[in-house]
């Protein structure tokens, strides 16, 4: 259908002639069959003048003749013209179909004998000019029907004075049937026509209103799930893509929920559904490898059954519990920011003091006992120097100082310079299994900030772990995904015990810590951080090689935001030092 008839549609307008304007499709199927019952009346004529030819006693060949001439006309116009409308005039197409049947059934009218009334034929033309043509063709063809049968009659009235009053009152009689199928048949066509434009205008107000709801559902913030009974996944919009990790490009239909190790939560919830048939409301656990778990607040819907031998769809709406506790984290922040920088700046200025007050001590101190004190005082200063330092850090506005400072790195040279200088600042440093890729791995970081996130891990990590050999193991994994993106991923493992699950629900969160001696701002910075350049970073429990053995660990991982193709071109051979 045409723009145009769309806009006619979608408006509600109705011009005087739309009966078959806005559906050519159904336009040429009445058109063919009425040619196919054309050219059919005409074999039927045929065989009738021939049998008649075979019982007349002074058989006439004309009728014969005009008949076989009538069905060679509506064959070829069956198969050779193509579907056309009357128009408001008399025209070509006109001529060729209700011209050639009025002259034709009127030529056989006036050869008739008194055994054959060839007037009923008459019906065809005037019911295909209402139906094919124009209100006006429609009343046109009707008239013309109507004086051709009074030219009769007044023709037969000149051979037989004495029967005229019967043969004029035939003609009007049929005359008015002819106006009265007209009228009617015009009516039924407009109707149906308008019924169509009806239906069509509701159609397009369905898709108007699924585009709309597409869109949303495309858009939306949590992610939407449609599941039937036998786990098969229907439709998923991006935000289930991305809380279910299911990879860019993936059909929805391929995927199957028992398949999926760490879909069995989800797979559990929708079972519950369609058992109980009943709303479910539940957090649950999404575990990938590479990617974390990602607790998700899922709510079920099951919908109606079209039919009893069908079962419905469940909708499955799932929320990142990760987002509502960052919305969380921002309103309490907002409340705390301006508190916790006034009293950093309040305790900064009186700390310097204290840390400069302690140095003069110290250079006139000459008992061990008093030294060790002095020591103990300055430690301690700076820890908590560091704890302002990172305090205010925390509350200052985001700006723009991350992104301007990041540059190219090559993470298979950065990170053993990095471990070098964490192992050789203080004592009693594990060492530490590196493990990186052959190649090259290119990613867009500051060098500093990179520095802070890495040794912050690697600290966490020393406390916990055990004394055997590779208990600190650092692996740089490089993928190529789908295109010519790659994707890199440092993991920090560590053979220390699991963590208890609300110190897990809580690690990147600010001034939240499991030690006391610890500001607990360490993993929240480094979130702050890779969100500043694009990456992510994550925690999960793994298995890594120790000693010929297997041992579960914690780890650490951050994805990077890796360089462009063109960029990655025009990198420098060597890292800024």
Not at 273 to 302: K, P
Not at 534 to 541: K, M, S, T, W
Request: glycine share 6%.
């Amino acid at each position: 259908m045409k723009l145009p008839a769309l806009a006619s549609l979608w408006s509600g307008k109705k011009s005087p002639e739309t009966d078959f304007n806005d559906h050519p499709d159904e336009f040429d199927r009445l058109w063919r069959s009425f040619m196919t019952a054309r050219a059919t009346l005409g074999g039927v004529l045929v065989l009738l003048q021939v049998s008649l030819l075979g019982l007349a006693a002074a058989p006439s060949l004309t009728p014969l003749v005009i008949c076989a001439a009538y069905l060679m006309a509506t064959l070829a116009e069956r198969v050779m013209s193509a579907p056309k409308q009357s128009g408001l005039r008399f025209n070509g197409t006109w001529l060729r179909t209700l011209g050639v049947d009025l002259l034709a059934f009127t030529a056989l009218q006036a050869m008739q004998d008194s055994s054959i009334n060839y007037t009923p034929l008459f019906a065809l033309p005037v019911l295909m000019a209402s139906v094919l043509g124009s209100q006006l063709m429609a009343l046109a063809s009707a008239a013309s029907v109507t004086l051709l049968l009074f030219a009769h009659a007044g023709w037969l009235s000149l051979q037989a004075p004495w029967n005229t009053s019967a043969l004029f009152s035939q003609a009007a009689l049929t005359g008015a049937g002819c106006f009265a199928i007209s009228f009617i048949a015009r009516q039924m066509v407009s109707r149906l026509a308008s019924i169509e434009l009806k239906a069509q205008r509701s159609q397009l107000a369905a898709a108007v209103q699924r585009q709309v709801n597409e869109l949303i559902i495309e858009t939306l913030g949590d992610g939407v799930l449609v599941v039937d009974a036998q786990h098969l996944i229907r439709s998923a919009n991006p935000a289930a893509q991305k809380q279910l990790c299911i990879p860019p490009g993936t059909q929805n239909r391929s995927l199957i929920l028992t398949n999926v190790p760490g879909w069995q939560g989800l797979r559990h919830l929708i079972d519950e559904t369609f058992r109980t048939q009943t709303t479910q409301h539940l957090e649950i656990s999404i575990q990938h490898e590479g990617h974390g778990t990602r607790l998700v607040m899922a709510h079920t819907q099951l919908t109606k059954q079209l039919n009893p031998d069908a079962q419905g769809m469940c909708v499955v709406f799932l929320q990142d519990q990760r987002e509502l506790q960052a919305r969380l984290r921002v309103e309490k922040f907002a409340s705390m920011g301006r508190m916790s920088a006034a009293v950093a700046h309040e305790i900064r200025n009186p700390l310097a003091a204290i840390v400069q007050a302690n140095a003069l001590l110290a250079e006139d101190l000459s008992d061990p006992g008093l030294q060790q004190l002095s020591r103990l005082v300055q430690q301690n200063a700076q820890r908590l120097e560091k704890t302002v330092h990172d305090i205010l850090h925390v509350v200052q506005s985001p700006n723009t100082d991350h992104l301007v400072q990041a540059q190219p790195l090559d993470l298979t040279l950065t990170l053993p310079r990095i471990c070098r200088d964490w192992q050789s600042h203080g004592g009693n440093k594990p060492n530490i299994a590196l493990r990186l890729p052959n190649t090259q791995a290119w990613v867009w970081f500051d060098p500093e900030h990179l520095r802070r996130i890495l040794i912050n891990l690697l600290d966490n990590a020393q406390r916990y772990i055990s004394t055997r050999p590779d208990a600190i193991q650092i692996n740089l994994d490089k993928s190529w995904e789908t295109g010519a993106s790659a994707r890199i991923c440092l993991r920090v493992w560590s053979d220390g015990a699991p963590l208890d699950p609300s110190v897990e629900q809580h690690l990147f969160e600010p001034f939240f810590s499991s030690e006391s001696r610890s500001s607990g701002l360490g993993l929240y910075i480094c979130r702050e951080l890779c969100d500043s350049h694009g990456a992510e970073i994550n925690y999960q429990r793994s298995t890594r090689a120790m000693g010929g053995q297997m041992f579960t660990g914690n780890e650490f991982f951050v994805v990077f935001k890796t360089l462009p193709p063109h960029d990655l071109q025009s990198a420098p051979t060597k890292p800024n030092e």
